[in-house]
């Protein structure tokens, strides 16, 4: 079985600065790690993913992750963040022929001018 | 870019009813899912399907819930007796491969009075 911890469940920050989302999983087989953005009233919309390989793993509208395997974690980064980027963000995990993923709580990321 | 669309949009009924909720996959997705999402709280696993049949379910999944892929397009949830804990966001998601991560449609918001 696998969970997932996303350690922030609200972070305000001002707009161009850097953010980062935490997220810790736990599994006992390799994982596929995946973050998922949620935008008010729509679903939830693929980010980026890591597979293997490259533990720097970069996605869609500027963010990135990194994997780490020896702390568990999988963190979202992004440089500068837009007054767009104010979501839900949500780290899942999935085991490799499962089918189904494990979510974290979510995060809240609110972006302020 | 295909979508995974979902119908209603939103449907409230009386306790006790049935609902059917409807998706449209992406059309060359071999994996279909629900999950839903209870007001304020995280995503959860209800349900995969592939070639025609239930590859795995939760424990949310009981003798209420069924799933049907009644031609080549559609992808139905059924609750046949609805609850008020049943009320969520359910949301249809596909893919091709686990490693693929999810297309998710925009929901179905579920209330039920």
């Known amino acids: 079985a696998q969970s997932v911890t996303q350690l922030d469940s609200q972070v305000p920050v001002f707009e161009e600065a850097p953010v980062e989302l935490r997220c810790n999983y736990s599994s006992s087989v390799s994982v596929y790690l995946f973050w998922y953005v949620q935008y008010p009233n729509q679903g939830l919309q693929l980010l980026l993913k890591?597979?293997?390989?490259?533990?720097l793993v970069k996605g869609i509208n500027g963010f990135e992750a990194e994997f780490n395997k020896s702390q568990t974690s999988f963190h979202l980064r992004k440089p500068s963040v837009h007054i767009s980027d104010t979501a839900e963000y949500f780290c899942?995990?999935?085991?490799?022929?499962?089918?189904?993923?494990?979510f974290g709580d979510g995060t809240t990321l609110t972006v302020k001018p | 870019e295909p979508e995974v669309t979902q119908t209603p949009s939103h449907q409230v009924t009386q306790m006790g009813q049935e609902v059917i909720l409807r998706c449209v996959p992406i059309s060359n997705h071999l994996y279909f899912y629900w999950y839903r999402q209870i007001l304020g709280q995280k995503v959860e696993f209800l349900v995969s399907?592939?070639?025609?049949?239930?590859?795995?379910k939760s424990e949310i999944f009981d003798d209420q819930f069924s799933v049907e892929r009644p031609d080549g397009s559609n992808f139905t949830l059924k609750i046949r007796s609805t609850k008020l804990e049943d009320s969520a966001m359910y949301f249809c998601?596909?893919?091709?491969?686990?490693?693929?991560?999810?297309?998710f449609g925009s929901g179905t918001r579920l209330t039920v009075v």
């Open positions: 399907f592939y070639n025609n049949e239930i590859s795995e």
């Open positions: 890591y597979l293997s390989g490259s533990t």
């Open positions: 899942a995990v999935t085991a490799p022929q499962a089918g189904k993923s494990t």
């Open positions: 998601a596909s893919n091709q491969d686990q490693e693929y991560g999810y297309t």
